[in-house]
Nanobody
Framework: QVRLVESGGGLVQAGGSLRLSCVASGRLFATATMGWYRQAPGEQRDLVATINSGSNTNYADSVKGRFTISRDDAKDTVYLQMDSLKPDDTGVYYC??????????WGRGTRVTVSS
């Protein structure tokens, strides 16, 4: 099993920045993909960004050019640097760890609120 603990959320004004962190522990695999997903109030959980073991990244169109995902495998940590934040970025951000079918884990989430 994998445990994921997110941190770094909070309240920020539009145009500001936040950096989210997610520390993984447990039975980890070097080839796993990690990512961030966002769930706005009343909405489904949507992809924000992912990064695989080769550091190849994938972003939702809405965050391209503003958010940067990175990973530090020595620390078993994935980061999400969020710049130029908008009120539409408000939601709970969940960390995801995916190794293979059936080996997929979620953190409990960290809340981000962007005020206008």
């Amino acid at each position: 099993q994998v445990r994921l603990v997110e941190s770094g959320g909070g309240l920020v004004q539009a145009g500001g920045s936040l950096r989210l962190s997610c520390v993984a522990s447990g039975r980890l695999f070097a080839t796993a993909t990690m990512g961030w997903y966002r769930q706005a109030p009343g909405e489904q959980r949507d992809l924000v960004a992912t990064i695989n073991s080769g550091s190849n990244t994938n972003y939702a169109d809405s965050v391209k050019g503003r958010f940067t995902i990175s990973r530090d495998d020595a620390k078993d940590t994935v980061y999400l640097q969020m710049d130029s934040l908008k009120p539409d970025d408000t939601g709970v951000y969940y960390c995801n760890y995916n190794y293979m079918l059936g080996y997929n884990y979620w953190g409990r989430g960290t809340r981000v609120t962007v005020s206008s």
